[in-house]
């Protein structure tokens, strides 16, 4: 079973403060990994994508790939209330698993004031 | 990104009625899914859509359950047959383009 997995959650920071989410993934096929920010009641939002290893920035977000350890995170900076939310983290099957998306449980932000 | 809508946003159904959502696109796309989110729970892939001929289904989804329609490179129906309570989910349809999928607003069905 190709799995992606999230660190458990919630997880709550105050106003300013990095987020830190975390996802391991068990499929070494995989190519290209995506995090996506859902708001209750919406669809997911797609935020970062990273495709090989090392950092990508995006203002205050920095995605992290690392293949040889099938580790990817997310950074948020200067997280703010409008960040809540839960975090899905995805990972593209290579092969002919090729554009499917497997995703982790999710994580559940919540940044207070 | 392409933009997506789906209809209906939300119904309530009774058990062992059917209900179609439709999935349009603004632009061409070669990749279409259509993935469910059961309540509380994560997002589950049924079936990729393809176009001029049968959807490819994931393992634990069967056609004639979920049977999808997808008539040209804009458009894409998935049917949840013969409803039942567990069937109360969020029903996303999805496009890829390039290395990214983008998610459509989603259809809440309830079932009674």
Same mark, same amino acid.
């Given at each position: 079973q190709k799995e992606v997995e999230q660190n458990s959650g919630p997880l709550s920071v105050p106003e300013g403060a990095i987020a830190s989410l975390n996802c391991t993934y068990?499929?070494?096929? =995989?190519q290209s990994f995506f995090w996506y920010r859902q708001y209750s009641g919406k669809s997911p939002e797609l935020i970062m994508s990273i495709y090989s290893n090392g950092d990508k920035e995006d203002g205050r977000f920095t995605a992290q790939l690392n293949k040889a350890s099938q580790y990817v995170s997310l950074l948020i900076r200067d997280?703010?209330?409008?960040? =809540?939310a839960t975090y899905l983290c995805a990972g593209n099957a290579g092969g002919?698993?090729?554009g499917k998306l497997t995703f982790g449980q999710g994580t559940i932000l919540t940044v207070h004031p | 990104s392409a933009v997506i809508s789906q209809k209906p946003s939300r119904d309530i159904c009774q058990r062992g009625t059917s209900l179609t959502i439709q999935c349009q696109v603004d632009s061409q796309v070669t990749m279409m899914f259509w993935y469910r989110q059961q309540p509380g729970q994560s997002l589950t892939l049924i079936a990729t859509a393809n176009q001029g001929s049968e959807a490819t289904y994931e393992s634990g989804f069967v056609i004639d359950k979920f049977p999808i329609s997808r008539p040209n490179l804009t458009f894409s129906t998935l049917t949840v047959s013969n409803m039942s309570p567990e069937d109360s989910s969020i029903y996303l349809c999805s496009v890829r383009e390039g290395y990214e999928q983008y998610f459509g607003p989603g259809t809440r069905l309830t079932v009674t």
């Open positions: 068990s499929d070494r096929g =995989s997280s703010q209330p409008s960040d =809540s002919t698993s090729y | -």
